[in-house]
Every structure is written in C-alpha cells, then in structure tokens.
C-alpha cells in the first residue's frame, strides 16, 4: 500500500494513532494546529453493492482524485454510526474521519419517536469529531451530511468533556462547518448544544462549588450580556419569608447555605406585552435525603439535583442567544437538603404559598415541596403555559429508565407541542397518567391538607409526586416534566458521554422556538 493511504489498521500500523498523527502533522509543519475533517458515507446496502458519499465528501473526493473512494473500496463495509479514520489523504487534513450515515430517506419514526435522520447524524458526527479528538486534533472541519443543525449540535455534544477540576485535561477542539453546510443553520446548532452542555457543566459540578448562591452567580454571568432584554433577580431568604413560602424554606432550613430564588425574564416579544412562557426547575444544590437520610451509595450523584433548574436556565439563556421573539420567565428554587438540627423532622406540618398544608412524612421528597411554592409564584404573571422540571422521583427511573423523560400534563395541546419538539431533537419525551386516583393518595392526609409521600408511598411514585404538584397548579396549560431517569448518561445516548446529561434542555428550547413563532 502506498504510503500516501494509510489506513486506520492496528495490523498495519507501526505508530499508534496518536503517534501517526503527531508525526505527520509535524512533517506538515502544522504544530501549532492539527486539522481534521469529518465527512459522511451512507452505509452500504448489500442491494446496492457501492457505497455512497454526502455532497460535502464527493466534493472533498474529487480534490483529491478519487483516493477517498478507492480507500473506502479497499477497507469495505462500514456500519452506521461508526467512523474509520484514513490518514495522509489531503495535505491540509492529515486525519479524514469517515461517519457512516443511514439512508438519507430515513426521517421520522413513529416507532422510536424521533427524526431517525437527525439522530444518525448526530451520532455519526459525534463519534468521528471524538475520534479525532483522541488523536489530539485541535481543529476539525465537519460535513453538515444534509442537516447542518444536528451535524452540529452532534459536533458539540460529542466532544463535552468536565474537567475543569483536573490538571491533566484533553486538548480542547474547536469545529467548523465545511464546504457548503448552511451557515444559519449550523450556528443554530451550536447554540442548541452550548445550551444543553450548559446545563451539563452545572450539573457536573460538585456541590461545594454550585452552591445555590454560585448557581445562580454563575447564570447571571450568562446572560449580561444579552443587556436590557433580560432581568436577572437574585431573591434572598428574606424575601422567600415574605412571600410565605413555607414549603420552600422547609427543605432548605437544614443547610448552612442559604436558598436563593432565582428568578429570569427574557423579554423576546416584540409586541412587548405578550404573555410570558414560564419555565420552572427544581433546584436542590445537593439533596441528602434530609433526616430522612439517603443511602451512601451514589449519594455523590445528587450533585445533580438541581439538574431542572440547570436545564430551565440553560433554554432561557439559548432563548437569549437565538433571540427568540417570545417572552420566557424563568423561576428557579435554589437549596441543599441537608440534616442537621434545624432540618425539617418527618412528620412535621408546613404551609404552603396557596396557604394549603402539608404534612412531611419523609423529608427525602423534598423537590415537590419547593417547586409548590414557585409554581403558586409562577401563576401571578398571567403565563400563557407553565412548564416545570424536576429530577422528581426514582419511580420515574424504574418506569421509563433513560429512554425519555416523563410528561404529565393537564393540557392535549400543550403535551402535543412537547412531543413534537422532542421529535425534532431526539430527545425524547413520553406522555404519564395524571388521574384522579393518585390525586386522592396524596390528599388523604392524617394531620394536613395534603401528604408529601402520599397513601401508599411505593406505588405509583411519579405519578403521586405529579398529583402533589398539581395541587398547586390553575393554569390550563400545564405540564410536569420528571428526568430523574435522564439525568446521566452511561451509554444509551451515543452522542452524550458518560456522565450528567443536561437533558432535556434542547427539546425545551425547540418548544420555546415552535411557541414563538407559531402564536
């Protein structure tokens, strides 16, 4: 074989990969910059018998004579998905990352309740900019393989990495779009994925470093530069006492950290007096179950408790980036769940904004707590639909698991406009009972109102937690997002590596854009 085609063979291969391309960048004398490309295949067919290259690879393939066909010849087969590298093809690309795309026809699947185009995409970008990023390619080039957005956001999500703590980090990648990808398109992406890698490093991060008041530092950075259209406001203990949040201030009485309500408007109307969308996310800097004490195992994860308030922050601040013509409020309940002296002992009777009681049976169902008292203060802006999310119950894990986040709504239409966001960004959603029956566990209470836990604590968990949060609940249009089942990653979604997920901030800010700009 020619030494000009050197393919990715371990057989083959004296150098490692790594090796290979740090020799053959400096023989380019590309030190300071190591360039890559990511091109698209649609996987053979076996009743096609030949390959066949995206518009962006058959031009990149005619520059250089037709070698990138005669390799793919030579190397056969390769499956969705996947990616092979081919090494000395073109001397500004020393590294030329193949990514094998399904049939361009492909498109929505009922079955699977996703563009099945859109998501290939996404993970055969992701898994050829990853490729390359371990052969320490700083720059890469990547094929918009027809669909620039999600050639993008799978660019973005791919190459997510938390090592902000670490001294030894991997080599930071940017990417560009190549040859014709639309450009519009593309940077739309980007800002889609920046959102849900946003929600991703806060998540990520350990609890000593987001605490509540760093939380809400930390998106109020975000979004000053976006000016007068967005009002940040920091909301301190003495302002939640007032407002009567008594729901609230029980969870975070534990702590030594004190709460913050967080409350965001993005002013995006242009008629300036539309009702606002309200965005509503739970958020326990570090839940450890209270009194009613968690176990040890794992304990470390619930870092990311406040995993609905970083995705409901993270869709305002890309609402700001993409300036999206539509009003958003963004409401924020920030706190630890700690024991101590102070904490909240089950049993224990607390009142609610709406002035309804609640009995505490087990402090470790703490979320419902402080999100009934930000949805009471959601309904005082008019909104014209109230969505709210929550790392809420670990029945919503056992229900669903990782394949897609659980929906229960009081409204056709406003579920309808969830499932069709999340069939454009392939991050699922799935629509759960709200009956009358789980209604009447949790309002068959001993000593108040309502029971935090409800009449038979074992059954039905998600959904009694959503019965909960409706009693607090007038808008029409309402829907409860539990991710407890999607708040990390280990494989399922190739795209996302392993760890905090940041889902679903991505469906919630297609929601946000479709609401926009269908009135």
């Known amino acids: 074989m020619s030494n000009m085609f050197i393919m990715r063979r371990a057989a083959v291969l004296p150098l490692s990969r790594t090796n290979f391309c740090r020799t053959f960048c400096s023989s380019q004398s590309l030190q300071m910059e190591r360039k890559g490309l990511v091109l698209g295949v649609f996987e053979k067919k076996e009743e096609e018998g030949i390959f066949r290259l995206t518009e962006a690879a058959e031009g990149f393939d005619r520059k250089v004579s037709g070698k990138l066909s005669e390799l793919l010849k030579i190397s056969g087969v390769l499956k969705k998905g996947k990616s092979r590298v081919f090494y000395g093809v073109h001397k500004d690309f020393p590294c030329v990352a193949l990514v094998a795309l399904d049939d361009v026809t492909a498109g929505v699947c009922r079955a699977e309740n996703w563009d099945s185009t859109k998501e290939n995409i996404r993970q055969a970008v992701s898994a050829g900019c990853r490729v390359l990023q371990d052969l320490e390619v700083n720059h890469v080039e990547v094929d918009g393989c027809g669909d620039p957005q999600a050639a993008a956001e799978g660019a973005l999500l791919g190459l997510f990495q938390y090592d902000q703590l670490k001294s030894k980090k991997k080599p930071k990648v940017t990417v560009q779009p190549h040859a014709s990808a639309e450009v519009t398109a593309w940077e739309r992406g980007v800002l889609y994925a920046e959102g849900q890698n946003l929600a991703r490093l806060l998540m990520e991060a350990p609890a000593n470093h987001i605490t509540p008041t760093a939380f809400a530092e930390t998106i109020e950075e975000r979004l000053a530069q976006y000016g007068d259209r967005v009002v940040v406001q920091k909301r301190s203990q003495a302002w939640i006492e ?15 950290e004190p709460p913050v309500f967080l409350e965001l408007h993005y002013n995006g109307a242009l008629d300036g007096a539309q009702d606002p969308l309200l965005l509503v996310g739970k958020g326990v800097t570090f839940d450890s179950g209270g009194i009613s004490l968690k176990p040890s195992a794992s304990m470390d994860m619930m870092r990311a408790d406040m995993g609905g308030a970083a995705t409901v922050c993270a869709a305002v601040v890309t609402a700001a980036s993409l300036k999206l013509p539509i009003n958003i409020i963004g409401l924020a309940p920030l706190c630890e769940n700690m024991p101590s002296g102070k904490a909240t002992k089950p049993g224990d009777v607390v009142t609610a904004k709406n002035g309804k009681t609640i009995q505490v049976d087990n402090t470790d169902a703490e979320g419902r707590l402080i999100l009934a008292d930000a949805l009471c203060y959601a309904h005082t802006f008019n909104p014209r639909a109230v969505v709210n999310v929550a790392t809420l119950t670990g029945a919503m894990d056992v229900a669903l698991g990782s394949a ?24 699922r959603v799935w629509r759960m009972p709200l009956f009358q029956h789980y209604t009447r566990q949790v309002t068959d209470s001993q000593l108040a109102d309502l029971n935090n836990i409800g009449k038979y604590s074992r059954s039905g968990g998600a959904c009694t937690a959503a019965a909960f949060l409706r009693e607090f609940v007038t808008s029409p249009h309402w829907a409860h997002l539990d991710i407890a089942g999607v708040m990390t990653n280990k494989d399922e979604i190739p795209y996302l590596k392993k760890g905090m997920s940041g889902r679903p901030t991505r469906t919630l800010v297609e929601f946000a854009a479709a609401l926009a700009h269908n009135k």
């Open 404 to 427: 897609a986040t659980g929906v229960f709504a009081n409204s056709d239409w406003l579920w309808e406009q969830l499932h069709k966001a999340s069939m454009v960004t392939g991050d």
């Open 242 to 256: 007032e407002q009567g949040m008594g729901a609230f201030l029980s969870v975070s009485k534990g702590s030594e």
